[in-house]
T-cell receptor, first 113, second 113 residues
Framework: GQQLNQSPQSMFIQEGEDVSMNCTSS?????WLWYKQDPGEGPVLLIA?????ELTSNGRLTAQFGITRKDSFLNISASIPSDVGIYFC?????????????FGTGTLLAVQP | DAGVTQSPTHLIKTRGQQVTLRCSPK?????VSWYQQALGQGPQFIFQ???????QRGNFPDRFSGHQFPNYSSELNVNALLLGDSALYLC????????????FGDGTRLSIL
């Protein structure tokens, strides 16, 4: 099935460092979302973006909806051990985040205390 | 306020059997989507139910079927199970009316022997 391209595939960082990851597509999406998934659990919604160019924060997390509508970015500032997990981007072509979501391949984040 | 709940959490079946997985949406949500997540990959959209009807469908064979009840809860049925059906099955609920994006349950881990 179709998947969005996420990079990097994995990151191994020290506690306190900032993190950046991105998600790209060959087609346009009208809503972008970022989820975090811990082992044995379902994805947890972090940030939803509904408009091209939108920049939204949730605590130490900041995400942006690319102006071409074909990409999105997630930044985590001052990482802490509980940030460990797999981060997925997801896109909704119709908009609103209530329709079929296409997911990215995931970025595995490891944080060393 | 209960989130999305799924049952059972784990299930072991053999090839050729059929299985039914259940999902209760988050309070206030009326739309249920089902996803299949293979190990190491992002979730893949199976189908979505709204007003007790299948509204959208992904690229899954018709061995995969579903149902939505008047209380918005949903079931996913898979017939003639194959080894390749082993995966984490995730349910997500959302609401068009109140513009609530998809929130996921913790999934059912299905293993086929």
């Amino acid at each position: 099935g179709q998947q969005l391209n996420q990079s990097p595939q994995s990151m191994f960082i020290q506690e306190g460092e900032d993190v950046s990851m991105n998600c790209t597509s060959s087609s346009i999406f009208n809503t972008w979302l970022w989820y975090k998934q811990d082992p044995g659990e379902g994805p947890v919604l972090l940030i939803a973006l509904y408009k091209a160019g939108e920049l939204t924060s949730n605590g130490r997390l900041t995400a942006q909806f690319g102006i071409t509508r074909k990409d999105s970015f997630l930044n985590i500032s001052a990482s802490i051990p509980s940030d460990v997990g797999i981060y997925f981007c997801a896109g909704d072509k119709y908009g609103g985040a209530t329709n079929k979501l296409i997911f990215g391949t995931g970025t595995l984040l490891a944080v060393q205390p | 306020d209960a989130g999305v709940t799924q049952s059972p959490t784990h299930l072991i079946k053999t090839r050729g059997q059929q299985v039914t997985l259940r999902c209760s949406p988050k309070s206030g949500h009326d739309t249920v989507s089902w996803y299949q997540q293979a190990l190491g990959q992002g979730p893949q959209f199976i189908f979505q139910y709204y007003e007790e009807e299948e509204r959208q469908r992904g690229n899954f064979p018709d061995r995969f079927s579903g149902h939505q009840f008047p209380n918005y809860s949903s079931e996913l049925n898979v017939n003639a199970l194959l080894l390749g059906d082993s995966a984490l099955y995730l349910c997500a609920s959302s609401s068009d009316r109140s513009h609530q994006p998809q929130h996921f349950g913790d999934g059912t881990r299905l293993s086929i022997l």
